[in-house]
């Protein structure tokens, strides 16, 4: 840095510099000391980057450490065979062995984590609408008690004591009155004897709206749209309710076609067993050749896998029921129940079709809220209004005395009325709230429509299903008599030497997958017609869970 010294103003004749141009001076002295502070912004970004890998090694260190320290390796363990286990799960939950449907929709209905969870949110909104009628209906009250107590070292102490209660009540046609009381106690205490004064008073006042924001309607819109919305959700959990126990009642039956494949599977087993012994038999007596004991072999062993997979398809069906049911995995249980019958259901789809417009509960639901859409308009048009509100008052309180009976009320009455206008200059927010009201009305007119729509075609949907469903079955019965038939045939055949083994192992394979796809549109069958029941509204179901039918 270069420094050069120059003669003083004052010196040369001149005039001093002013103080402006001193302090640019000193700030140029100054400037080589503030620059390593240029720096800091660097030093700063350093130290919190330094910071920051400081405390992510620390949580790293404490994630190594649970792994490293606490973790449990099965391998390192010995093999418990499940036999060996006796001991039942320890639940408070009654399971009966075996399960019919009417228990596991009872069970899940009382244990279900996500209808539990369903019902408690109904039952908090129901709570939260309690406290909204309070402050509707009731008066609400309010009130405070403070007291201090203060010793000086001069021996002067102090006590002071007050206390104030209030309420309001919001009135039919909007307006509030409000009432308020407070009383004050101080009492003083010196060496010359003690010094206490008492004071009180009360305040009476009423508002009431006159153009924005006046009359009932407007006024109590947040309890109508409470007890509105409370109203929709329990039409919610209704419907949930029958969706629950159709998805239960879906999910047994699949797991008893389930258990029921897997026993037709073990008796194709059976029958693949016998075709292999039987070609083995008619080798040996050089009536057969080697090419059917292979063929009946492989069939043999494809049921064998066959079996070995819908044995722990059905297992892991089994424990994601018990999880649905609010069951641990441990309980242990059988499904033993019949097939449901096939009850028929004809109906005329028109009749169907208003039946389901008048009786759907989510279509009342979408039709209250585009009233609530409507309500919404004609409170943003309230809006618009100025405010313009009527204020009364009236008040009492005396001045302060050395007792209770010294009080005198009458000393300090006042009494008020006024009125409160707003000028309205700009209600450009308000505008576009009307705006967007009238617009979300116009939708909520256009998603009710599609909603009716999608309720119509639900229902033709339903019935086709349903129809084809009941004929399916009647074609599956047919099949099964004729591959019935097929199989008897061809084990005839085959030991009478007129057919190969291979036509009795693939007669087995097509009965049983025939029987296997049976079960199913039976179930399919009947989900498909309480599906329908739900769409027409007509489905009900008990406190249990039950469906009535």
Sequence with gaps: MRIVCRPDRSQRGMAPRPPRVRSRVLLVLLLPALLPLSGCAGLWGGRTSEEGRAIEAEKRAEVAAFRRDELI???????????????????????????RLVDAIRIATEHSREYQARRESLFLSAIDLGVTRRDFLRPVFDGSVNYTLSDASDLRSSDVASLSLGGSYLTFGGGTLSVDTSWGYDRVSDGLGPDQSVSGGTTVSFSQPLLRGAGNAIAFEGLTQAERSLLYEARSFELFRQDFVIRIIDDYYALLSQEQQLENTRQNIERQQFAYDQAQALFRLGRGDSLSVFRAEQSLLQAQDQYLSAEQGFAVALDRFKIDLGLPTEVE??????????????????????????????????????EDQRRSVTIARDRILPNFNLSASWSTSSDSQSSLRQLDFHERDAASIGFALEIPFDRKSERASLRSAEISLLQAERDLDRTEDQVILEVRNSLGTLRQRRTQIEIGEKEIRSLELSLEKASLEFESGLATNRDVTEAADQLTDAQNQQLDRIVDHEIARLTLLRQLGLLFVDDSGQVEE
Excluded: K
């Design 73 to 99: 390796d099965p391998r390192l363990e010995g093999v418990t065979d499940p036999a060996e286990v006796s001991e039942a799960p320890v639940t408070d939950i009654e399971v009966p062995d075996p399960l």
């Design 333 to 370: 249980f059988d499904v033993e129940d019949t097939f449901p019958d096939l009850n028929e259901l004809a109906l005329d789809l028109d009749a169907a079709v208003r039946a389901a417009l008048h009786n759907r509960l989510d279509l009342v639901t979408e039709r209250d809220r585009l």
